[in-house]
């Protein structure tokens, strides 16, 4: 079992900065990769970033590549995520998950847990 817990969402303004954080409990969290998806107001739940379990590949969705880095520290259990350049269309909950590594990325219907999510409100 792993259970994910998100912190580090507030109010920001474009151009901005943010840092979100997921702490894993579970002494396996170091055999899953790690996920961040989003979801706005009115929309599905969408990829946002991943990494792998000993945190060698990372994954991006467009739009948030050359502005979003993704981290990990496995003897903490925890994942980062470091969002910059923010834009307005940023805003949405983000949703820490995690799936168990195969070696690709694993579609949303896959993961094997979740947190509850942290908002993200990227003001204009």
């Known amino acids: 079992q792993v259970q994910l817990v998100e912190s580090g969402g507030g109010l920001v303004q474009a151009g901005g900065s943010l840092r979100l954080s997921c702490a894993a409990s579970?002494?396996?969290?170091?055999?899953?990769?790690m996920y961040w998806f989003r979801q706005a107001p009115g929309k599905e739940r969408e990829f946002a970033a991943a990494?792998?379990?000993?945190?060698?590949?990372?994954y991006f969705a467009d739009f948030v590549k050359g502005r979003f880095t993704i981290s990990r520290d496995n003897g903490k259990n925890t994942v980062t995520l470091q969002m910059n350049s923010l834009k307005p269309e940023d805003t949405a909950v983000y949703y820490c998950?995690?799936?168990?590594?195969?070696?690709?990325?694993?579609?949303?219907?896959?993961?094997?847990?979740w947190g509850k999510g942290t908002l993200v409100t990227v003001s204009s």
């Open positions: 998950a995690a799936a168990l590594d195969l070696g690709t990325i694993r579609p949303r219907d896959e993961m094997d847990y």
């Open positions: 579970g002494r396996t969290f170091s055999s899953y990769a």
């Open positions: 990494i792998s379990w000993g945190g060698g590949s990372t």
